[in-house]
């Protein structure tokens, strides 16, 4: 059975450093999607970051320069510097196992595993 489990969240002011780690198990040791996605209560799910089946890191354009994605072993990172209020949200990490690669980019992200989620709060 997959799990994924998150963790790191927390209340920051602006312009602070979060990481957040999300430990998986029970999959496949294979090379699928892995990335992080964020909601708000007013807002759909949006990807942010994730690894690519060929081990390269992806991003958002709101978080590109500030973000960074990465993996050891069983764990998913994200490493958020200079966070913004816009940045508040409950962030979950997921495992895409169909992700496809056409005509020069991704697919979009339909993950079929998420975690429980970690609460970022960033305030002015």
């Known amino acids: 059975q997959v799990r994924l489990v998150e963790s790191g969240g927390g209340s920051v002011q602006t312009g602070d450093s979060l990481r957040l780690s999300c430990v998986i198990s029970?999959?496949?040791?294979?090379?699928?999607?892995m990335g992080w996605s964020r909601q708000t209560p007013v807002k759909e799910r949006e990807e942010v970051a994730f690894i690519d089946e060929t081990g390269n890191p992806n991003y958002a354009d709101s978080v590109k320069g500030r973000f960074t994605v990465s993996r050891v072993g069983n764990t998913l990172y994200l490493q958020m510097n200079n966070l913004k209020p816009e940045d508040t949200a409950m962030y979950y990490c997921g495992i895409d196992y169909g992700s496809t690669y056409e005509n020069g980019r991704w697919s979009a992200p339909s993950y079929n595993y998420w975690g429980q989620g970690t609460q970022v709060t960033v305030s002015s």
């Open positions: 029970g999959y496949r040791n294979v090379n699928y999607r």
